[in-house]
């Protein structure tokens, strides 16, 4: 199984803050990878597909980059509705596995 | 629009077999590569891949899981089932329906249901 592993699992940043979340995968994945946004008692939201492309809807202060083991997601300027867990997925190969979550809280 | 809608039990006993079902609109799952997954998450915990059913009816599994999940469909009724047995207090979570979502050389889980909370308990 490929492992995800996410850093840090929590950070605490204001708003206008650029905040940058990293995800690492255990073997390489090319850019099979997904960014979730998961805000308390909600089912996550898509955000980014393919490492870099944004899900249509999601605003542009978010992009991915990355691509073979090491990715990130960044927030260019932290609003008030982005205070959420954030989680990576790669889809390169069965099983499916996600990262186990970052928590960006309010400073 | 696509939408998904999980239902099923919120309470099961220790052994028992879980039965979620994901109605689904918006969509066939009949079209070519469509797909509708499961995933969950424990309380407080991660998320979890559990299982994935393709338009032509090919299954993954979560090995870990495998020899328990059983993942069909039912095109004409616009479902997806999930089927659990032999059930344990760690499988407490909430179950959430999503939908895979095909992009030239790529997918993803674009859209996912409210999810379901089931309690595994005596």
């Known amino acids: 199984d490929i492992q995800m592993t996410q850093s840090p699992s929590s950070l605490s940043a204001s708003v206008g803050d650029r905040v940058t979340i990293t995800c690492r995968a255990s073997?390489?994945?090319?850019?099979?990878l997904a960014w979730f946004q998961q805000k308390p008692g909600k089912a996550p939201k898509s955000l980014i597909y393919?490492?870099?492309s944004l899900q249509s809807g999601v605003p542009s202060n978010f992009s991915g980059s990355g691509s073979g083991t090491d990715f990130t997601l960044t927030i260019s300027s932290l609003q008030p509705e982005d205070f959420a867990t954030y989680y990576c997925?790669?889809?390169?190969?069965?099983?499916?596995?996600f990262g186990g979550g970052t928590k960006v809280e309010i400073k | 629009q696509i939408t998904l809608k999980e239902s099923g039990p919120t309470l099961v006993k220790p052994t028992q077999t879980l039965t979620l079902t994901c109605t689904f609109s918006?969509?066939?799952?009949?079209?070519?590569?469509?797909?509708v997954g499961w995933i969950r998450q424990p309380p407080g915990k991660a998320l979890e891949w559990l299982a994935l059913?393709?338009?032509?009816?090919?299954?993954r599994y979560s090995p870990s899981l495998k020899n328990r999940l059983t993942i069909t469909k039912d095109t004409s009724k616009n479902q997806v089932v999930l089927t659990l047995t032999n059930l344990d207090p760690v499988d407490t979570a909430t179950y959430y329906c999503?939908?895979?979502?095909?992009?030239?050389?790529?997918?993803?889980?674009?859209?996912w249901g409210r999810g379901t909370l089931v309690t595994v308990s005596s």
């Open positions: 999503v939908h895979r979502k095909p992009v030239p050389g790529h997918w993803y889980f674009d859209l």
């Open positions: 918006g969509f066939s799952l009949s079209t070519s590569e469509v797909a």
């Open positions: 059913i393709y338009w032509d009816d090919d299954k």
């Open positions: 073997q390489g994945i090319s850019n099979y």
């Open positions: 393919a490492a870099s």
């Open positions: 997925q790669q889809y390169n190969s069965y099983p499916l596995t």
